[in-house]
T-cell receptor
Framework: DTAVSQTPKYLVTQMGNDKSIKCEQN?????MYWYKQDSKKFLKIMFS???????INETVPNRFSPKSPDKAHLNLHINSLELGDSAVYFC??????????FGPGTRLLVL | AQKVTQAQTEISVVEKEDVTLDCVYE???????LFWYKQPPSGELVFLIR??????QNEISGRYSWNFQKSTSSFNFTITASQVVDSAVYFC????????????FGEGTQLTVNP
């Protein structure tokens, strides 16, 4: 009955690799988001999609590319991983500007 | 630009004490929403409350209460009779419907409740 799910939960990889994180929501929401939480716990928006359309694209390196195949899914692909990409990535969803519900987070460690 | 400030980085209390977590925000918008989220040691982000800018009524939910004051741009959170399970990082956040509903988070307050 998980509302917002992410896979994988943990991701350990080498510098230079390409990886993807998947997010799915079963709440019927029309808007999905990716946030990054750094080592100091600071949370910042990366991207937002509404009905599969990109709404927010913050100042994020173009090595990060979101893809929304349908309203219920928003995936994050990261090319050429760098040490500084190590963080926790949270997916969230909402109905328009209403409350955002978060997934459990994906802990990415780049070695 | 929007900004949320949580000046208290860490707070430590003893069980059963009351504790207030401060949140001050900045926005030029007249329509906006304020939130509190809890992040326990397990790491997930748990929604606690959402308030819109036109509703300044204080809210109480069990041991939790929130005080919203537009005059001082504050949205403070009080836990009454704190418990060890309240230990977590608490985030205050702000969004407006005109910027894609992005959440602007404060830096968070680490609350530790000791037995």
């Amino acid at each position: 009955d998980t509302a917002v799910s992410q896979t994988p939960k943990y991701l350990v990889t080498q510098m230079g690799n390409d990886k993807s994180i998947k997010c799915e929501q079963n709440l019927g929401h029309d808007t999905m988001y990716w946030y990054k939480q750094d080592s100091k716990k600071f949370l910042k928006i990366m991207f937002s999609y509404n009905n599969k359309e990109l709404i927010i694209n913050e100042t994020v390196p173009n090595r990060f590319s979101p893809k929304s195949p349908d309203k219920a899914h928003l995936n994050l692909h990261i090319n050429s991983l760098e040490l500084g990409d190590s963080a926790v990535y949270f997916c969230a969803s909402s109905h328009r500007e209403e409350t955002q519900y978060f997934g459990p987070g994906t802990r990415l460690l780049v070695l | 630009a929007q900004k949320v400030t949580q000046a208290q980085t860490e707070i430590s209390v003893v069980e059963k004490e009351d504790v207030t977590l401060d949140c001050v925000y900045e926005t030029r918008d007249t329509t906006y929403y304020l939130f509190w989220y809890k992040q326990p040691p397990s790491g997930e982000l748990v929604f606690l409350i959402r308030r819109n800018s036109f509703d300044e009524q204080n809210e109480i939910s069990g041991r939790y209460s929130w005080n919203f004051q537009k005059s001082t741009s504050s949205f403070n959170f009080t836990i009454t009779a704190s418990q060890v399970v309240d230990s977590a990082v608490y985030f205050c956040a702000l969004s407006d419907p005109f910027s894609g509903s992005r959440l602007t988070f404060g830096e968070g307050t680490q609350l530790t409740v000791n037995p």
